[in-house]
């Protein structure tokens, strides 16, 4: 028994003798501090575009402080949002954004609830091919692609470069992956008692998939189609490969390359082009924050 | 209606001898309807994704003008030229480093957003999530701004203190800084919103069981925090190299790869001389130098992927 | 309405077999319960009566048609979960009604149907609330008002009351016990809860490894189990089960437990187990109810004898008390005021009316 006795003489650590709720507010004092240090520097470059989108090109150039707006104007949005050129970058976005999320939810919402449900020959395999699909970057493909589509075009004669509607069939290949991903997760995670409980009341498997699992998986469905449509929004590196007219260009290609003329920068003006570019992703994900961020999460785990 | 269910009951007594050729007919349905299901996954991934990855080895394999294989001439050819080894060395150097900064900011600021009472989080963490959120390209415009040589609003503010002004993007050290820093504003709040998320999946009575056996607030996080995000820090900081050494837009805008050439990655590099130079199968040899990496990246995310599906 | 048959089924799972060869045939409106310890294949026979596993050999019959090969939602059944199975994004009058709408029912008919099973459940109130907001005994009752909507000619219950509590899961017992009384549908019912079993069923199917031990009456599994398996798993606290062998003194038939320990069996008896061979190979099965403290006025076949308790437990209305014979932990159950204590010799009664013999090597009761 003795040889167990516990060494009281060993080591002592120094009693603190401040109370655990003043530690507790300190932690917080600190936490608050260096949030609000953090929030400056993420916040700056999206507060930098709303300032200098106010500004008249003539108060940029006078160089007076830049962080301050001394004659707000709305000329630079005026401007923007009168001119057919930006118009026709922010409606071939939506376009393409909207047909992608279309054609990535029509894609990948049976191929997850067959890899989820229904186990097949290969279906193993296959997940684990669309999850590294995924993980393919674009900057691994847009050559290849490129070259592609222009062997296409002149064995059919059909013009496949410089039209923005060919990018509809390109960006599936960075939304599918991802979202079959993700909804294979969340139709995983609906009991089988209840497809059962569909099979028993008398559903077909099609009306299994619409009137169970699609609306019971629909936070799931939300967080893939703002993925769908967020990543289909801010691909710069296809549209700037496959496109080159200015009526076919989207949205952050569009501004990159026409507001930048030579060396001549209308700093108002890309600044307003960039924040309406970014309005979309942002007003989205102001409204659905929880399910953005299920989406951004739910990557991380097994289908 | 009772006529109805005799006769159906007649229909399946008939029906019952040949069971084990129904049973398999009915397998193998359920087979063919799964087939269809995937088929449009199938042949997206097979014509978009599998086809051109090997297209573009074929691709790199031909001369300039596409006429004639040349085997691995255009490989033998990068070695030789000194710009592909910087090429290499920054896409290793940047990739490297703006992981390590976003990892380490992601979990320092997500300890902090998890420090603050529960109602708060959500704000804090909306905000801190912005610059995921905006269009990458639409962000770096707002950078380029900030960093301009003449108009520049860091060198203002940094004026009054007596620094600078800085060439951000003009000098080697200062632009190859300027191209981390900015990847890093844009990949750290991806961090910090897995990390918090694994957080929150700590329960707190470990904490207090470490407080009762008298650990310290650096011994909880080496001993309970650490360990138990271990998996997701491994799978999110993986999923950060990948797409960080493969990063475009960035560098694309921020500096096109200059100081000449000082801040080229692999795909601002295979752009520059595939598209630009027309040189497509020296290009598709440059991007296919990415394939070893993302290769090794991507076996220890799915292993890591999967031992978390094991565990849940 | 219909009677259910199983014919020599068996369910093959690659090389394991999950049920071996079972026959049963189920009356109309009769209450059937399977029961067994896991793995014993009782939910996979439900789940093949209900269509979601196929059958690899044998037939199954619902009012006289093979339904081997007619997919689940045309044969007439309806089954409640032991997770309930509700759809979450459907109120309770959605959920009672999808099969109906699924099959074009009349809207007047299907409202009818709703009412009238919400009423007999009395989840009237709850009609238009989803699953997330009733507690589990309600979703148990809007589970059991989704199979009755459905007027089907079998309920199948996979150990429905698994998730409730203690207290609720005696409530929710007695309630599906009124509804079968009501609808008179002919139920199949698994548990593994051997209590459950005896109070709901008819007849009590008892499976093991796959095979069926016994059929019968609650009673008749308690008082006369054909097997060991039965009458150890049937009863709570279980049966005690002590080596013993057969012997003959002086032309009386006794049974040895220990070396001094011999108890002289009663005539009806000792006429019963006389043609048995006087072997060790031999188990005297005796229920805890049979293993009472002594006293004056002990009647005819009830023999008495000394022993030192180890454990007891008050029960309020009778002590367990826990002793060794011959190092077999032996239960029974004493008066409360019988003195019993741990550690304290007692003298107990054994009533040898009720015993058991076993054979010990077969399991099978002589």
Partial sequence: MST??????????????????RDRTWALRWSYFFLVLFAIFFLIPPVYMLITSLKSSAEISAATNPWWVFHPTLSNYVELLTSNQFLRFFWNSSMISIVVVIVTMLISIPAAFALAR?????????????????????????????????????????????????????????????????????????????????????????????????????????????????????????????????????????????????????????????????????????????????????GATKG | MADVVVEQGRLARAASPRKRTSLRNAMGRKSTVAFFLTLPLILLIALLVLYPAFYSVYLATLNKAMTKFVGLSNFTFLFKRETFWMVVRQSCIFAITAVVFKALIG?????????????????????????????????????????????????????????????????????????????????????????????????????????????????KIWHITLPMMRNIIAITTLFSLIVTFANFDIVRILTSGGPLDRTHLFATWAFQV?????DIPLGACVSLFMVPILAVAAVFILRDVNKRGNEA | MAEVALRKVIKRYDDVEAVRGIDLDIADHEFIVLVGPSGCGKSTTLRMIAGLEDITDGDIMIGGDVVNDVPPKDRDIAMVFQNYALYPHMTVAENMSFGLRLKHYPKAEIKARVTEAARLLDITDLIDRK????????????????????????????????????????????????????VRTTTVYVTHDQVEAMTLADRVVVMNKGRIEQIGTPNELYHKPATRFVAGFIGSPAMNFLPCRLEDAGGALQIRLTDRIAFALPPARATRYNALPRTDKLLLGIRPEHLTESHAHLGPGVETF?????????????????????????????????????????????????????????????
């Avoid at chain 1, 992956?177 to 209840?194: D, H, N, Q, R, V």
């Avoid at chain 3, 409730?164 to 599906?176: G, P």
């Avoid at chain 3, 008390?321 to 107990?348: H, I, K, Q, S």
């Fill in chain 1, 4 to 21: 167990l006795a516990i060494d009281k003489t060993g080591p002592t650590r120094k009693v603190k003798l401040r109370s655990m709720s």
């Fill in chain 1, 118 to 298: 229904m186990k097949f020959w290969g279906s193993a395999t296959l997940a684990t091919g669309v999850f590294l699909t995924y993980l393919i970057p674009d900057s691994l493909l847009f050559i290849p692609l490129f070259k592609m589509l222009a062997v296409v075009q002149d064995f059919t004669g059909i013009t496949l470069l410089n039209r923005w509607y060919v990018l509809v069939f390109i960006y599936p290949t960075l939304t599918v992956p991802f979202c079959t991903w993700i909804m294979i997760g969340y139709f995983a995670s609906i009991p089988k008692e209840l497809d059962e409980a569909a099979l028993i009341d008398g559903a077909s498997w099609l009306q299994t998939l619409t009137r169970i699992f699609i609306p019971v998986a629909l936070p799931g469905l939300i967080a893939a189609t703002i993925f769908a449509f967020t990543v289909s929004w801010a691909q710069f590196l296809y549209p700037l490969v496959f496109t080159t007219s200015i009526d076919q260009l989207v949205l952050p290609v569009g501004i990159t390359t026409t507001l930048i003329k030579g060396d001549v920068f209308n700093w108002g003006q890309i600044m307003t082009g960039a924040l309406l570019g970014a309005a979309p992703p942002l007003v989205i994900y102001a409204f659905l924050m929880d399910y953005y961020i299920a989406g951004l999460t739910a």
């Fill in chain 2, 107 to 219: 979990f320092i600021v997500a300890h902090f957003v998890h420090n603050i009472p529960g109602k708060k989080q959500r704000k804090w963490r909306g905000m801190l999530l912005v610059p995921w959120v905006i269009p990458p390209a639409m962000s770096t415009l707002a950078w380029l701004w900030l960093f301009d040589p003449s108009y520049s609003a860091f060198n203002y503010t940094l004026s009054f203190f007596g620094i600078g002004p800085i060439p951000w993007l003009g000098d080697t050290f200062w632009a190859r800084f300027s191209v981390i820093l900015v990847n890093v504003w844009y990949g750290a709040p991806f961090f910090l919103i897995m990390y918090l998320a694994a957080l929150k999946s700590v329960p707190d009575q470990l904490y207090e069981a470490a407080a009762i056996d008298g650990a310290n607030w650096w011994q």
């Fill in chain 2, 274 to 278: 595939g598209i630009q130079s027309s």
């Fill in chain 3, 131 to 182: 699953p997330k907001q009733l507690s589990g005994g309600q979703r148990q009752r809007v589970a059991m008002g989704r199979a009755i909507v459905r007027n089907p000619k079998v309920f199948l219950f996979d150990e429905p009351l698994s998730n409730l509590d203690a207290k609720l899961r005696v409530q929710m017992r007695i309630e599906i016990k009124k509804v079968h009384q009501k």
């Fill in chain 3, 306 to 366: 000394d022993t030192v308790l180890d454990v007891t437990e008050p029960m309020g209305m009778e002590t367990l008390v826990y002793f060794g014979l011959e190092g077999t932990p032996v239960c029974g159950r004493v008066d409360p005021n019988a003195g019993a204590a741990d550690g304290a010799p007692m003298r107990l009664a054994m009533d040898l009316n009720n015993m058991h013999l076993l054979n010990e090597e077969t399991g099978v009761v002589l």
